[in-house]
């Protein structure tokens, strides 16, 4: 009896053995199928993005942010251009993280529906109630920080641009004339940050340390001022950068020929 018992097992056992094999087979296909299906969904969803994408072009024409005396931010006029041939609708814009309130009445008439190559201007003159939950006593948006600009359309797509502060380097050109040193201002060295973008503007100031009513401004790369820079006075010079965005950076050096 024992015998046939086991007979009876040994003779089971390729079958059990053989169906586990096709649960185990028909498992990993199913596991694969899934992969496969989950892999085409992501696929299909990555090319559905993209499309959208195509579908629209956000060009960043220029910002002009203002500061006060204390350096913080009092006021910004963007500049953006619908850069596709189809109709564009913004639904958001977030400048360094705070959302911009379009239901404040000052921006409430705007049109944020834009038609092919369409441009539109954007002025906040009060950040502290146009850009939600802005406070600058907590995080204050100064000259020398970088502006993030994010835009969310209807499409879903988002488009962002940092604009950093261009660098401001002064320099210092000492040239015998014969009569004596002359003092250049050289500003070749200063840079932009920000990508595309250009100096175009090199703004000089320039105070007379022991006559601060006396003061000048020049504009350009390379100067002559008017004042004579290697007499025995102390000057303070300032230059002001900014590029074609709008973005600036300064630079202060004191300067004493003799010192």
Known sequence: MIKKIIHNIQAVSPIIATLMLVLISVTAAAGFSAFVATQQEEYERTEALQQQKELESIFFQSITPVYDASDELVSITIQLVNDHGNELKILAIWLNDYQIDFEQPSLSSLDLILESFESITILITDPTTELLFYDPLIDPITSNKNIVINIRTQRQNNFEKTFHPPTSVILLDIKNEGTGDVVFLDGSLSNQQTESSYLSTWHWH????????????????????????????????????????????????????NG
């Open 206 to 257: 320039i105070i007379d340390d022991q006559l601060p009513a006396t003061e000048n401004n020049y504009y350009g790369r390379y100067v002559r001022p008017s004042e004579d820079l290697a007499d025995n006075n102390e000057w303070t010079i300032t230059l002001t950068v900014i590029d074609n965005f709008g973005m600036s950076g300064a630079s202060v050096v004191t300067y004493d020929h």
